[in-house]
Structures are given as C-alpha cells and as structure tokens.
T-cell receptor, first 112, second 111 residues
Framework: SQQGEEDPQALSIQEGENATMNCSYK?????LQWYRQNSGRGLVHLIL?????REKHSGRLRVTLDTSKKSSSLLITASRAADTASYFC????????????FGTGTRLTVIP | DAEITQSPRHKITETGRQVTLACHQT?????MFWYRQDLGHGLRLIHY???????NKGEVSDGYSVSRSNTEDLPLTLESAASSQTSVYFC??????????FGPGTRLTVL
C-alpha cells in the first residue's frame, strides 16, 4: 500500500501549547498535503508542500518535508480548542495518476 | 459558491440490496473520487474518474461500481450490499492533484 502513516494516532494538549504530528510515506512523491477533519464532516485541505520544498508556513501552521527520510511534520502553534479535529497527510506519488493516498490520521484534542 | 454534495447523508439497508450513493459537484472539476473511511484504515480509494465516460478502480473496488455520464455527478453503486460495506463514504473532486474538495459524507449501515 502507498498509504502514509501518521504518528501519534492521538494527541491531547492544553490550549496555547504547540501540537506536532508526523507523517511517513513509502514512495517518491510530487507533493504532500495535510487535511483536517472535524467530527462528522468531510476533509478540508490545509496546506501543500512540494517535493522540492523543505518548509512551508500558513498562519499558525508549519509543515516540513524530508524526502530523504520520506517524512513530513505538521506543527500547529498556539493551539486553540477549535483546532480539535483529526489531521491526515496525503501524498501525491510520482505515478502520473491524479490520485492522493491518505494516512490513517492523528486525532488532536485541545483542552481549553 | 461552488460545492460538492452527497445524498443521502444516512442510509440503512439490508444485506443483498443494491444501493446507490449520489455525489454532485458544481466546481466543474474533471477528477472525482469515492473513498470509504473506517476506523484504523483512514481513507481508502474505491473508484475514481478523470472525466466523462472515464472510470478507474481504486484500492478497494470489489463490490462497488461507478459511472460518469456528465461532469457534475459520480454515483457509487453497491451491487449487493454486504455487512463489510458498512462505513462512511466520502466523495471528492479536484482539478489536479493540488487540492481535493470533499463532500460531507454518507453514513451507510448494512444490516
């Protein structure tokens, strides 16, 4: 399977703390994306990092990519209760297909 | 505003029945996808389409079929529903591989 794996599976932090989630994958990629899913809802795209990039920022989000280790991390700074959700990484492998492969997700709980 | 919708949002059916889940997008995207989401498995790709009359099998396509007669719709059919197909189903669309836009999901229970 080309599916990625997130680590940890679940994370619980206090409001104001930083949250870090990791993603490992198996194949060469064009880009890696992070998505957020609130309970009972569809996934929402957060940020994309291309294979030739090492770090990207968007508001309180910071994503890093290490293609040599086939891994990525998502950092959410100054977390808020509203950040409570599941976070998924998705990889666009270098197969020529327009498909993404999603990981199993990290469940983040931010305690007010 | 453009959107992607799914219907029904909840469905209970019996083993052996045929079930069709609807997906409709107004983004005018060529690419459409069906996933199922189960605890411990994340999202798994069932079928996908890159345009009208194009359909392709994903990772877990057995027991499912799709058809693409227009740009806006990609219905998912369970030919003979099985209890193992109890899941939450998500439809998504995209223009390329940069971003997929997801529908709200359909919770299907097969008794």
């Amino acid at each position: 399977s080309q599916q990625g794996e997130e680590d940890p599976q679940a994370l619980s932090i206090q409001e104001g703390e930083n949250a870090t989630m990791n993603c490992s994958y198996k194949t060469s990629i064009n880009n890696l994306q992070w998505y957020r899913q609130n309970s009972g809802r569809g996934l929402v795209h957060l940020i994309l990092i291309r294979s030739n990039e090492r770090e990207k920022h968007s508001g309180r989000l910071r994503v890093t990519l290490d293609t040599s280790k086939k891994s990525s991390s998502l950092l959410i700074t100054a977390s808020r209760a509203a950040d409570t959700a599941s976070y998924f990484c998705a990889t666009d492998p270098q197969t020529g297909a327009n498909n993404l492969f999603f990981g199993t997700g990290t469940r983040l709980t931010v305690i007010p | 505003d453009a959107e992607i919708t799914q219907s029904p949002r909840h469905k209970i059916t019996e083993t052996g029945r045929q079930v069709t889940l609807a997906c409709h997008q107004t983004w005018n995207h060529n690419n459409m996808f069906w996933y199922r989401q189960d605890l411990g498995h994340g999202l798994r790709l069932i079928h996908y389409s890159y345009g009208v009359q194009d359909t392709n099998k994903g990772e877990v396509s057995d027991g499912y079929s799709v058809s693409r007669s227009n740009t806006e719709d990609l219905p998912l059919t369970l030919e003979s529903a099985a209890s193992s197909q109890t899941s939450v189903y998500f439809c998504a669309s995209s223009e390329d591989t940069d971003t997929q836009y997801f529908g709200p999901g359909t919770r299907l229970t097969v008794l």
